[in-house]
């Protein structure tokens, strides 16, 4: 079982409907969570960290998390096409140096 | 806040030249910063971890004698990819952290090497 998962895609939405991204997890010892974007051809960026159980909203992007199931997912409300990138979990792994697991991502693609 | 640059952007060189990637914190102080590569199409690869004044930590399979990391400040790190061949083509990305436990990693804008 890979350490991060989620589903390549891609995923495709109409303009203004809700994404909705997924991502499990191996390690059930992970206290951090993180969801990056990246865009065709550039590096990654950070759009939302969560660490307790439940949502955290921020604009139109809610994470959730549920360390029980060991899931964690991204929902993006409105989404526009300029939502279309990648979106990469990313979880800490256990054994210090900072370092993250990030998963293969998930191509979404916002049809206007 | 928490800007990473990175130099250059673009590179194209010559099979067998050397070529130096700098990474910069511009804001904050970088306790580790970490090299990623990354080929079309495919997830980001963890090259290394890089700590201020130690020895960087490789990951399996990456040789640390043909790519060069130094964190000689607690802003700065570089990578040199040393005698560089068509298959180091890649886009090579570095991230710095500022040492606080949620461990958010922020992303230079990445550089991309093209070895003829």
């Known amino acids: 079982q890979k350490e991060v998962e989620q589903n390549s895609g891609p995923l495709s939405v109409p303009e203004g409907a809700i994404a909705s991204l997924n991502c499990t997890y191996s390690d059930r010892v992970s206290q951090s969570f993180f969801w990056y974007r990246q865009y065709s051809g550039k590096s990654p960026e950070l759009i939302m960290s969560?660490?307790?159980?439940g949502d955290k909203e921020d604009g139109r992007f809610t994470a959730q998390l549920n360390k029980a199931s060991q899931y964690v997912s991204l929902l993006i409300r409105d989404s526009q096409p300029s939502d279309s990138a990648t979106y990469l979990c990313a979880v800490p792994l256990s054994g210090g140096y900072q370092k993250v697991t990030f998963g293969t991502g998930t191509k979404l693609q916002v049809i206007p | 806040g928490a800007v990473v640059s990175q130099h250059p952007s673009r590179v194209i060189c010559k099979s067998g030249t050397s070529v130096k990637i700098e990474c910069r914190s511009l804001?904050?102080?970088?306790?580790?910063m970490f090299w990623y590569r990354q080929f079309p199409k495919q997830s980001l690869m963890l090259m290394a971890t890089s700590n201020e004044g130690s020895k960087a930590t490789y990951e399996q399979g990456v040789e640390k004698d043909k790519f060069l990391i130094n964190h000689a400040s607690l802003t700065l790190s570089t990578l040199t990819v040393t005698s560089a061949h068509p298959e180091d083509s890649s886009f090579y990305i570095c991230?710095?952290?500022?040492?606080?436990?949620?461990?958010?990693?922020?992303f230079g804008p990445g550089t991309r090497l093209t070895v003829l």
């Open positions: 804001d904050f102080q970088a306790t580790t």
């Open positions: 969560i660490y307790s159980n």
């Open positions: 991230s710095a952290t500022s040492g606080r436990v949620l461990v958010e990693q922020f």
